[in-house]
């Protein structure tokens, strides 16, 4: 393991503490907005994050989503639980941990056809390692993480 591995573990446990007093259901850091305003559509279609706009926002799970285009959002209006990130948008490898924990939205993955979000580049590459039994040991956790 690298020093940035073990810091990036070390800055999860850190952070989770913090995150963990909101409990919220989606992961929303800035100003309440999912993904911290960026857009949950243009990861599928433009291989991407793409900041959205709050001229094209909806109300979803108790945060606010913005996106890049008017057909971005009608696309998520129709199928939400297709684009929005797994667990809220909370750092999917913390998750498997057992620990809430934010995401940077520049770090992700899609994974049979789902969103991931990590922490960091160091998460995501320990992540990566082994996506199917982090998934399952995440999946485990969410949402009970959350009481």
Known sequence: MTKYSIVSIISILLVSTAVSAGKSEVYSPLLGNAIGGYDPITYFIQGKAVKGSAGNAIEYRGATWHF???ENKALFQRNPEKY???YGGYC???LSQ????SSDPHVWSIVNGKLYLNYSKDVRD???KDIPGYIGKADGNWPGILE
Do not use: H, R, T
Not at 98 to 101: Q, Y
């Open 84 to 86: 929005a990130p797994q």
């Open 126 to 128: 320990i992540w990566k």
């Open 68 to 70: 890049a285009s008017a």
């Open 92 to 94: 999917a490898y913390a």
């Open 98 to 101: 057992g620990n809430l924990v």
